[in-house]
């Protein structure tokens, strides 16, 4: 591992932070911090933690020795000053003298002591920080340090590779004890560089922030150098089917089956991630993968994520999926099964009682698919992902020298089950779309970019369709960093599908689709040729049916049930003259809702329509509308407000008209328009 220390960036760093007030040994923290957490072999997802011993001010100026620390919720790869909230140094080392002190007395002290109020709360290893007297102090859960701890003689190990710069202290959880047995290695090892935790991670010291740094650095090399002498063994690859099925067919299955039923045709979904780089492929693909697969996390931290396995599946032939979802179905019921009982194993044994999280698996390995994550925002999947591969590495790395030993269960159980540890996923009330993946077509338009938008505010992840493939993207852009844009011609039969596949293999399927596309061919019926009625058509009404095919056949492998949303526009029953092949088109878009409203229902999916009027958009634009206007000796404003309410309406009325279908979870074959009141728009 090199370092990536650079004289220049660092001296703009500490110019860039005085400006606002920081002093240079937080500006130098945030900096080596950084470089820290965007090594993924080091830290990932909130991962490690780190401080430094300064000068601060109370509110009326009077200087004050101080810790930063790391603060909850904030990601060391990108981390700013407020992400390292200052706290009095001193009250902390009073509380070194104590024999004990509980969770809640602990984060009760550490929060009394901040300059800030309104800081996040510091890492739950202050008091560890505080009390080794070093001025900087680094922590990772770096790859390499814990391929050569999680061994069955790992103490040994790290013994030899380490001692005397590095003291080897066997595993304490975080909290107060830690600290204390951590203040007291130290004392043993004046001259100490920093410390091994055995089994959970490596910290290092320094004087300066470079030094602290480099430490790091150096010490991780030393490892990974020490894996390398290791051999690298091969593995009896397993006996795969000699047509495997496609990702796309897999993953909605595998969500499904995941999917919790609410009652009432509500379920909580998950979103997925799949990686398939040659490494995860290659661990995936062993003969021996049940027995190779972990019983426990790498370091503790992450049973929070990824729970302490992962869920095993066979490899799934294209031509036999019937048999893939029925081992499935088998091997999810014994995980939980499983999961239970360690929960009541453990939970008998401690003090007290717990409140059994959810049984189901974070992560699942499916020989010729890959590693497949679940996480109940796509945010949450990735972080999963980058765990689970973490742990493959790890995994390897740890085999080249001997065997990957995790923990004791006793030891996750406790931390999976620390109330400090569940507090850093948060408590925040999900929102109503969440973990449903949404799809909209025609989404680089007015009304289209509004209905992604809507959605993606309501938790949904999107998938936005556009002829317009730049116009897709922005709308994507728009609903957030998961959100994916892609060019698609939804008149191409075989373009639809591969859209859907490409849902399918990033979130792992498709909940909710808006068939939105559409365009309006204008002139007289009877003077219309037949080339522009059927290319009226071929939009208008075959795109629906392409689209809606597509996503009932992706809903009927989740078993999950769905949405499918229609823009049927008021043409479809109020036709204008020279709007024939319009109206006509639509016409036949709205029984087709009705149709597949009437034929999916036994599976859950509901077919709903939105009948909508006078919308700027791509239909509408603001020529046709001053052409329109002026026809009819209006203004802009009375044209657009030519209804009942006397009010434009927007494409976001639209959007949140499609958002409201969304949640009706008992409503299918429903038309709800959208127009501010047209009474001969209106359904008898």
Same mark, same amino acid.
């Given at each position: 591992?090199?370092?990536?220390?650079?004289?220049?960036e660092?001296?703009?760093?500490?110019?860039?932070?005085?400006?606002?007030?920081?002093?240079?040994?937080l500006?130098?923290?945030?900096?080596?911090?950084?470089?820290?957490?965007?090594?993924?072999a080091?830290?990932?997802?909130?991962g490690?933690n780190?401080?430094?011993k300064t000068?601060?001010?109370?509110?009326?100026?009077t200087?004050?020795?101080?810790?930063?620390?790391?603060?909850?919720g904030w990601?060391?790869?990108?981390?700013?000053p407020?992400?390292?909230p200052?706290?009095?140094?001193?009250p902390?080392?009073?509380?070194?003298a104590?024999d004990?002190?509980c969770?809640?007395?602990?984060?009760?002290a550490?929060?009394?002591?901040?300059?800030?109020?309104?800081?996040?709360n510091?890492?739950?290893?202050?008091?560890?920080?505080?009390?080794?007297?070093?001025?900087?102090?680094d922590?990772?859960?770096a790859?390499?340090?814990?391929a050569?701890?999680?061994?069955?003689?790992?103490?040994?190990?790290?013994?030899?590779?380490f001692?005397?710069?590095l003291?080897v202290?066997?595993?304490?959880?975080?909290?107060?004890?830690?600290?204390?047995?951590?203040?007291?290695a130290i004392a043993?090892s004046?001259g100490?560089?920093?410390?091994?935790?055995?089994?959970h991670?490596?910290?290092t010291?320094?004087?300066?922030?470079?030094?602290?740094?480099?430490?790091?650095?150096?010490?991780?090399?030393?490892a990974?150098?020490?894996?390398?002498?290791?051999?690298r063994?091969?593995?009896?690859?397993?006996?795969l089917?000699?047509?495997l099925?496609?990702?796309?067919d897999v993953l909605?299955?595998?969500?499904?089956?995941?999917?919790?039923?609410?009652?009432?045709?509500?379920?909580?979904?998950?979103?997925?991630?799949?990686?398939?780089?040659e490494?995860?492929?290659?661990?995936?693909?062993?003969?021996?993968?049940?027995?190779?697969?972990?019983?426990?996390?790498?370091?503790?931290?992450h049973?929070?994520?990824?729970k302490?396995?992962?869920?095993?599946?066979?490899?799934?032939?294209?031509?036999?999926?019937p048999a893939f979802r029925?081992?499935?179905?088998a091997?999810?019921?014994?995980?939980?099964e499983?999961?239970?009982?360690?929960?009541?194993?453990?939970?008998?044994?401690?003090?007290?009682?717990r409140?059994?999280?959810?049984?189901?698996?974070?992560?699942?390995?499916?020989?010729?698919i890959?590693?497949?994550?679940?996480?109940?925002s796509?945010?949450?999947?990735?972080?999963a992902?980058?765990?689970?591969?973490?742990?493959?590495?790890t995994v390897?790395?740890?085999?080249?020298?001997?065997?990957?030993?995790?923990?004791?269960?006793?030891?996750?159980?406790m931390?999976?089950?620390?109330?400090?540890?569940?507090a850093?996923?948060g408590?925040?009330?999900e929102?109503p779309?969440?973990?449903q993946?949404?799809?909209?077509t025609?989404?680089g338009?007015a009304?289209g970019?509004?209905?992604?938008?809507?959605?993606a505010e309501?938790?949904a992840e999107l998938?936005?369709?556009?002829?317009d493939?730049?116009?897709?993207k922005?709308a994507?852009?728009? *609903?957030?960093?998961? %959100? @994916?844009?892609?060019?698609c011609?939804v008149?191409? $039969?075989? =373009? &639809?599908r #591969?859209?859907f596949d /490409?849902a399918?293999?990033e979130?792992?399927?498709?909940?909710i689709?808006v068939?939105?596309?559409?365009n309006?061919?204008?002139?007289?019926?009877?003077?219309?040729?037949?080339?522009k009625?059927?290319?009226?058509?071929?939009?208008?009404?075959?795109?629906?049916?392409?689209?809606?095919?597509?996503?009932?056949r992706?809903m009927?492998?989740?078993g999950?049930?769905g949405?499918?949303?229609?823009n049927?526009?008021?043409?479809?029953?109020n036709?204008?003259?020279?709007f024939?092949?319009?109206?006509?088109?639509?016409?036949a878009?709205?029984?087709? *809702?009705?149709q597949? %409203? @009437?034929?999916?229902?036994?599976?859950?999916?509901? $077919?709903? =329509? &939105?009948? #909508?009027?006078?919308i /700027?958009?791509?239909?509408?634009?603001?020529?046709?509308?001053?052409?329109?206007?002026?026809?009819?000796?209006?203004?802009v404003?009375?044209?657009?407000g030519?209804?009942?309410l006397?009010?434009?309406?927007?494409a976001?009325?639209v959007?949140?008209?499609?958002?409201?279908?969304?949640l009706?979870m008992?409503?299918?074959?429903n038309v709800?328009?959208?127009?501010?009141?047209?009474?001969?728009?209106?359904?008898r």
């Amino acid at each position: 591992m090199q370092s990536t220390w650079n004289d220049g960036e660092a001296a703009r760093a500490v110019a860039a932070y005085g400006e606002a007030g920081v002093n240079e040994d937080l500006a130098l923290r945030v900096y080596t911090t950084r470089l820290l957490g965007r090594e993924g072999a080091l830290v990932l997802h909130g991962g490690g933690n780190t401080s430094v011993k300064t000068q601060a001010h109370e509110i009326d100026g009077t200087p004050v020795d101080a810790i930063c620390v790391k603060g909850s919720g904030w990601d060391m790869g990108d981390i700013e000053p407020p992400g390292l909230p200052a706290l009095r140094l001193k009250p902390l080392l009073r509380l070194q003298a104590l024999d004990a002190l509980c969770d809640e007395a602990m984060v009760n002290a550490q929060r009394s002591q901040l300059l800030l109020a309104t800081a996040p709360n510091p890492s739950v290893e202050t008091l560890l920080h505080a009390f080794v007297p070093a001025k900087y102090i680094d922590h990772t859960h770096a790859n390499a340090i814990l391929a050569v701890s999680d061994q069955p003689n790992g103490m040994a190990i790290c013994r030899d590779l380490f001692e005397p710069d590095l003291p080897v202290l066997d595993y304490v959880m975080p909290g107060f004890a830690l600290a204390k047995a951590v203040a007291a290695a130290i004392a043993r090892s004046p001259g100490a560089h920093g410390l091994i935790l055995h089994k959970h991670g490596i910290f290092t010291f320094g004087t300066d922030a470079r030094e602290a740094y480099e430490r790091m650095i150096a010490m991780v090399s030393r490892a990974e150098a020490h894996l390398a002498r290791g051999p690298r063994k091969s593995y009896a690859p397993a006996s795969l089917p000699k047509a495997l099925a496609a990702p796309a067919d897999v993953l909605p299955i595998l969500r499904g089956a995941l999917a919790e039923s609410r009652g009432e045709g509500r379920y909580a979904r998950f979103v997925c991630e799949l990686r398939r780089e040659e490494p995860i492929l290659a661990f995936c693909e062993r003969a021996d993968l049940a027995a190779a697969a972990w019983e426990g996390v790498i370091t503790p931290d992450h049973t929070i994520r990824i729970k302490n396995k992962p869920l095993v599946l066979p490899a799934p032939a294209s031509g036999d999926l019937p048999a893939f979802r029925a081992a499935l179905e088998a091997s999810l019921e014994t995980y939980k099964e499983d999961y239970h009982a360690y929960f009541a194993r453990q939970d008998s044994s401690l003090p007290g009682k717990r409140k059994e999280l959810d049984p189901l698996p974070r992560l699942a390995l499916v020989p010729g698919i890959g590693l497949v994550a679940f996480g109940r925002s796509k945010k949450d999947a990735r972080i999963a992902a980058d765990l689970g591969a973490a742990t493959v590495a790890t995994v390897g790395m740890a085999e080249r020298i001997g065997a990957f030993e995790p923990l004791p269960e006793r030891d996750l159980f406790m931390m999976e089950y620390w109330s400090l540890e569940q507090a850093k996923l948060g408590k925040a009330k999900e929102s109503p779309l969440a973990g449903q993946v949404a799809l909209v077509t025609g989404g680089g338009g007015a009304i289209g970019a509004a209905t992604a938008k809507a959605f993606a505010e309501s938790g949904a992840e999107l998938v936005v369709l556009d002829l317009d493939g730049a116009a897709a993207k922005a709308a994507a852009a728009a *609903c957030g960093r998961s %959100a @994916l844009g892609l060019a698609c011609d939804v008149t191409d $039969a075989e =373009a &639809v599908r #591969a859209a859907f596949d /490409r849902a399918c293999t990033e979130f792992g399927g498709v909940d909710i689709v808006v068939s939105n596309a559409g365009n309006a061919i204008e002139g007289a019926m009877a003077e219309l040729s037949d080339e522009k009625l059927r290319k009226s058509f071929e939009l208008n009404f075959f795109a629906h049916q392409t689209v809606a095919r597509n996503a009932v056949r992706v809903m009927k492998a989740q078993g999950t049930g769905g949405c499918l949303l229609f823009n049927v526009s008021k043409q479809a029953v109020n036709p204008g003259p020279d709007f024939g092949a319009y109206g006509t088109s639509k016409a036949a878009a709205l029984l087709l *809702c009705r149709q597949y %409203a @009437l034929e999916c229902g036994a599976y859950g999916i509901r $077919a709903n =329509a &939105v009948n #909508a009027d006078r919308i /700027r958009s791509g239909l509408l634009d603001e020529a046709r509308i001053a052409s329109r206007a002026k026809a009819r000796g209006l203004s802009v404003a009375d044209y657009m407000g030519g209804n009942l309410l006397k009010q434009e309406v927007t494409a976001r009325d639209v959007a949140e008209a499609f958002l409201y279908q969304a949640l009706m979870m008992k409503t299918t074959g429903n038309v709800v328009t959208v127009d501010g009141g047209n009474v001969a728009a209106m359904l008898r």
